[in-house]
């Protein structure tokens, strides 16, 4: 058993059941883990660092709701936590602007966001796309462009092994692989 001030060797599963538990300790350091990813992704999308901002904290508010149905199938929730991210942009992109249902949900207002905020956002958004983007670089050029195609540019499978001559099995045989590498290279970061 875990000693409960240990809380930041506890798994991503472990937090989130805690989080579900109404635990502020566990959503803390489950926040400060996955910060820089989620506003990176957010950033990647929007190119702007107050929209991003405003994305992440609708994320996270999210994560607050969703915790109780988390079903860790990773040993990461990071994948859980960018559907999230991406349901949140989707969501704000038909509406126009920032979804902020699970905010209001939880009477959480929108905080003001000052220059040195941005700066701190587009460095926490450079600092973990540096680090993913030096390790896509040196996967092998297969893995590293059917990753790319397919995480970067979302694109489909059957696209991406179309034009690159390949069947979809191929494709998603390199993309998991690849991905399995940057996991392991983010994870001793």
Avoid at 167 to 188: D, I, Q
């Amino acid at each position: 058993m875990i000693a409960l001030r240990d809380r930041g060797q506890w798994s991503d599963a472990q937090l989130l059941a805690a989080v579900a538990a109404c635990d502020e300790r566990a959503f803390g350091v489950f926040y400060r883990r996955h910060l820089a990813l989620v506003v990176g992704w957010c950033m990647r999308r929007t190119r702007d660092p107050e929209l991003a901002a405003d994305l992440a904290a609708e994320v996270f508010a999210a994560v607050l709701i969703a915790a109780p149905r988390y079903e860790p199938t990773h040993v990461s929730a990071a994948g859980w936590l960018l559907g999230i991210a991406r349901n949140v942009l989707g969501h704000s992109v038909r509406r126009g602007q920032v979804d902020a249902r699970a905010r209001q949900r939880l009477g959480a207002e929108r905080i003001a966001i000052e220059d040195h905020d941005l700066t701190l956002i587009t460095q926490l958004a450079d600092e973990r796309a540096g680090d993913a983007g030096r390790l896509l670089g040196e996967l092998p050029d297969d893995e590293r462009v059917a990753v790319a195609a397919r995480v970067i540019d979302e694109r489909e499978y059957r696209e991406i092994a179309s034009s690159l001559g390949c069947s979809e099995m191929v494709v998603r045989k390199r993309v998991s692989r690849g991905l399995a590498k940057l996991r392991a290279g983010l994870a001793t970061r």
